[in-house]
């Protein structure tokens, strides 16, 4: 089993910037996809950003150049570093991890960003 356990989210304005880490524990192959889904209010759940644990990443079109995916592999941890954020960021984000050996999904339990104009 794994747990995700994200931090980070909250208020912040338009324009302005967050930075969301989502910590992983419990039986993780070492060779996995961590990454950040979103879902607001009557919309369907979109992709955000992903990592591999060998560093490949993928963006969702609208926060390319503006969100920056990374991690610590030997953390178990992904962060969302989201800059220039509008509006239409707000949302509930999810943290994901798929490992590869199984391709069992986890996810976190969500963490509200509100962004106000």
């Known amino acids: 089993q794994v747990q995700l356990v994200e931090s980070g989210g909250g208020l912040v304005q338009a324009g302005g910037s967050l930075r969301l880490s989502c910590a992983a524990s419990g039986s993780i192959f070492s060779i996995n996809t961590m990454g950040w889904y979103r879902q607001a209010p009557g919309k369907q759940r979109e992709l955000v950003a992903a990592i591999t644990s060998g560093g490949n990443t993928n963006y969702g079109d609208s926060v390319k150049g503006r969100f920056i995916i990374s991690r610590d592999n030997a953390k178990n941890t992904v962060y969302l570093q989201m800059n220039s954020l509008k509006p239409e960021d707000t949302a509930v984000y999810y943290c994901?991890?798929?490992?590869?050996?199984?391709?069992?999904?986890?996810w976190g339990q969500g963490t509200q960003v509100t962004v106000s104009s």
């Open positions: 994901n991890l798929v490992q590869f050996n199984s391709g069992l999904a986890y």
